[in-house]
Structure formats: structure tokens, C-alpha cells
């Protein structure tokens, strides 16, 4: 008699390939797991095109209370969405991922200080958003740091290409696509992300998801060759073409070390000095985190 799978339901993130890798791997099978890949999800996040707070596509399944889901946020929007009373994060674990700041070829901006009042294209209160704030203020004073909701990171590519915006803050995928069109790079950095999963999510289920993603993890790593060819899962529609993926970084990384309070304390004090906190109704450090048995 078969055994019965436990749900899970997740939502790809963009930025790296473990989901997948795992997928094809039978690695939520092995822990027991029956994982409902939300792909549809993943590419909404991407291609959206400034949706507000609470009502962007990636609120949305914490907002409606959906149960079993595993996603991801940077570390700032992870921690800033619990307390703002969608869903928890998860402190075992953290990814670390990749960010440019772009301009078009041909633009007149070819240094960071260029940026001087010039809007850059970033997704509201996530990476790109915090990314950006924390690159700019290094050579700019606050008051001349602009930013522009423009959409997820698929969203902001195009928007950049087309015209709409003179400089945007991307990630994997689309930094290396950017790479191949020619687009001019002025900063890059990386960045912590969290896994932000709902608030009544089985602390055994998720230990078996992230068992599966540490093996897929230790393949990456291990093997890029073999798995860069998955990036055109996470590729937006509207940016689909023919791409050299084995020119594609390895994207976001996962390490297995704890997320402690200090650096929760830390990204609050940053979300709050940049008026970016005032959805917080919560910053307790044991009511934001969801257990986890690894």
C-alpha cells in the first residue's frame, strides 16, 4: 500500500532553482511530500506592474489565509509582512541573493551618483526597494534618493528597455537577460532573503521541504552545469527568448544558520528609518517566527 503524501504548497522563487531541482530530483518525495508548484504565482510576482501593499500577488494567498504555503521574500519584506500580520518567516534558514542596478546603454547615467533625483524602478517594500535604499545612501543624501514603484523585477526589465524608467534594480533571472541586451550595470550586491510561509504551517512539514531544498542545495553547488538549464521555468513570459543559460549565474543560495534577533532588530530599525515600517503592528521576535522541525 502506497504512503500517503503530505501537501505542500509553494511558490517558486524566481531568483533561485531548488524548487525545481528537487522536483526533478524526487526530493519531496523522498520526505514525504506532495508539492503544488505555483509557477502561475511566481510569474504574477514578476510581471506585476505596481500593485499596492497588501494587494500585490504576492500578499495575496497570506491575505486570503491560504494554509500549507511556503514562499520567500527578502529578509526586510519577510520580517516587515509578519508583523504586518501576513504569515511568519522562518529564522533556521536565509538565501542570499543577487542585485543590479541598471541603465539603458545609451543613458546619460553611467555612475552611481548620476542617480542624483533620478527615479530608479523598484518593487514596493521588497528586495529591490531595500536594495536600492541601502546602495544609494552610500553615495547620495537621503533627500535625493528616488525611487519608483514600477512592478516586480520581470515588470521593471521591460519597463527599463521600453523607456518608462531611466535606471530599475533587478535580480536573477533577468540581470543576466539585462547582461545580454546590452544593458549598462552600475552597482551590484547581494542580499538576504527568508522563507515567509503560513502562520499555521506544520512545523514537520516545512522541516521535510527544507531537507529537500538542502539536497537540492548541495546539487547546485555541487553541479551547476546540470541545472542551469531549469532557469527558463523561472524566465517571465514576457521576457521568454532564446538564452544561453549556461551564461546564467547559480542564482540564489540557501545556508542552513539561524536568523536570529539581531538581525530582525536590524531590519526593522532599517524599514523604519526609511518610513518603510508603518504596517508593523508586530515585532516580536517569537510571534513572528514559525517553528521548524529540521
Known amino acids: ?100 542596478i541598471f541603465t539603458r546603454a545609451d543613458s546619460p547615467h553611467q555612475r552611481l551618483t548620476d542617480l542624483r533625483d533620478v527615479p530608479v524602478g523598484v518593487g514596493l517594500r521588497a528586495g529591490s526597494h531595500f536594495t536600492t535604499l541601502q546602495t544609494l545612501e552610500q553615495v547620495l543624501p537621503k533627500e535625493h534618493i528616488k525611487v519608483k514603484h514600477t512592478g516586480g523585477p520581470g515588470r521593471r526589465l521591460v519597463a527599463l528597455m521600453d523607456g518608462e524608467v531611466d535606471a530599475a534594480t533587478l535580480l536573477d533571472p533577468e540581470i543576466p537577460i539585462a547582461e545580454a541586451r546590452g544593458l549598462r550595470r552600475l552597482a551590484e550586491g547581494e542580499f538576504r532573503t527568508l522563507f515567509w510561509v503560513s502562520a499555521s504551517i506544520d512545523p514537520e512539514t516545512l522541516g521535510r521541504y527544507f531537507r529537500a531544498l538542502r539536497r537540492a542545495d548541495e546539487d547546485v553547488r555541487a553541479s551547476p ?62 510571534n513572528l517566527v514559525a517553528p521548524v522541525m529540521i
Open 1 to 100: 500500500m502506497a504512503t500517503e503524501l503530505t501537501p505542500i504548497k509553494v511558490v517558486p522563487h524566481f531568483m533561485r532553482l531548488h524548487e525545481w531541482i528537487a522536483l526533478e530530483g524526487g526530493y519531496y518525495q523522498d520526505e514525504g511530500l506532495e508539492p503544488v508548484l505555483m509557477a502561475d504565482v511566481m510569474h504574477s510576482v514578476s510581471g506585476h506592474r505596481g500593485d499596492g501593499y497588501g494587494r500585490r500577488p504576492q500578499d495575496l494567498p497570506f491575505v486570503e489565509e491560504m494554509e500549507d504555503l511556503a514562499n520567500s521574500a527578502c529578509a526586510w519584506g519577510s520580517v516587515c509582512n509578519a508583523g504586518a500580520g501576513m504569515g511568519r518567516f522562518v529564522s533556521d534558514l536565509y538565501g542570499v541573493g543577487r542585485f543590479s
Open 225 to 286: 552545469e546540470q541545472h542551469v538549464h531549469l532557469w527558463e521555468r523561472n524566465v517571465p513570459p514576457e521576457l521568454h527568448g532564446d538564452y544561453d543559460y549556461s551564461r546564467f549565474a547559480l542564482g540564489e543560495l540557501l545556508f542552513f544558520e539561524p536568523f536570529d534577533e539581531d538581525m530582525l532588530s536590524e531590519a526593522v530599525r532599517f524599514a523604519e528609518r526609511w518610513e518603510l515600517g508603518e504596517n508593523l503592528r508586530e515585532q516580536r521576535y517569537e
